[in-house]
């Protein structure tokens, strides 16, 4: 899973509830749970982490951060609660599609 966001494969093709696809740095929609909040301290140790990059037009993400730093934990935690939340969301789709006669499949 962890691998699965650095790469850009983490919720593929799955939808949020706020009805937009779910890409990386969605993560922060109001829509999805995020367990793990960063401090003042960490954010600016975010900030200059990523200084190389240009912040305001970079995917780099909370999630980013927890990873460099080895949280391993805590960004296992945020993706694991968001998963599960889309994939209820899925679920959900998928079953309207079913009885609606729309699936296909
Ligand atoms: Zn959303």
Not at 7 to 27: D, I, M, S, W
Not at 29 to 58: G, Q
Request: charged letters at 30%; a positive charge.
């Amino acid at each position: 899973m962890l691998f699965a966001y650095r790469r850009n494969y983490f919720g593929q093709r799955k939808r949020c509830l706020c009805g937009k696809p779910y890409l990386r740095t969605h993560e922060i929609c109001s829509h999805l749970p995020y367990p793990v909040w960063l401090s003042r301290a960490e954010r600016e140790e975010k900030a200059t982490m990523f200084i190389h990059l240009n912040l305001a037009d970079s995917k780099v993400t909370d999630l980013d951060y927890l990873l460099n730093k080895g949280r391993l934990k805590e960004a296992t935690k945020v993706l694991t609660a968001i998963s599960i939340k889309l994939r209820e969301l899925y679920c959900q789709e998928k079953l309207v599609l079913i009885e609606s006669g729309l699936d296909l499949k």
